[in-house]
């Protein structure tokens, strides 16, 4: 039984030295040697859950998001000292359905109508370049080409702000829409997927087609997920981490961070508050957002 015993000892001892050494020479050795290094490791039981997975992977969602209805959403004052004031997201499921944007915006329409109108467009990436011209029916005819990677990433011109609804928890009057800063469109012909990052002011993310994908971090785990600062007042900033294939091992506070995971579908609103980190994958062929900007209200009552 000793001879057990100092042998059980001897192993651990013998573990904890050659994981000591491992990660001691990570340091040091070439990033082509990176997947060794993590196959010693998961041979002594070291690699923790979700390491080089997406973000998400390091322990179950577990921060659940309220959901509502047209017919049972809170009233505007509600809505704001629950959620808003709190800094609570909160789901608003099918409540634009009626809408004009929901049932009409399809290509030959927004081509028809509103064709003639600038929006903003960016690539999906810094190498892409949009297309010649700027106008609404110049995306439309060119984003479902083949190699495409334009999206429209813009203010929603005012022409088309009529066939928009007021969300009912927003309210059509009132403070909440007298301090609406920003209104924006996005407009996506694929797949996409962003970095995890945070937003200066309160959002209402409406979905028109399509489906997104959210994981939505609290403003406290700020510290736990490399958060990388813009340059200005600090209100907005990104997370260092790389949301398809989180390094565990380089970034290990990641494993105390606790998040939700929601779908949107075409049709909901979700209210987003400020400074809330979140990262989101967008799916379908068309899928097209707009999302009303509001004030942070800090330091009013």
Known sequence: MTNIILKAQSC???RRLLKGVIISSMAIIGVASVSLVTNFLAVLGEIPAGHLKPFGHHRPPSVPVVEFTIDNAPKPAEFYEKYVKRGKPVILRGVLLESNAYKLWTDECVRRNFGELKVRLEGQKKKDMPPIGNKLRHFVDTYHQQG???NVVSGLPTE???DMVVPPSFGACGELSRRIVKVNIWWVGGRSSGII???AFNQLSC???GTKHWKLIEYKYEKDIYMHPEPGNGIVGFSDINPESVDLMKQ???RNVEWSNITVYAG???FLPKSYYHQVNS???NNKAVSLQFSRFDNED
Do not use: S
């Open 283 to 285: 799916e379908g062929t």
């Open 252 to 254: 290990p506070k990641i």
């Open 12 to 14: 651990c001892q013998i």
């Open 160 to 162: 088309m702000y009529r």
């Open 148 to 150: 495409n990677n334009v």
């Open 268 to 270: 909901d609103c979700l």
């Open 207 to 209: 979905l028109l087609n």
């Open 197 to 199: 990052h945070k937003d």
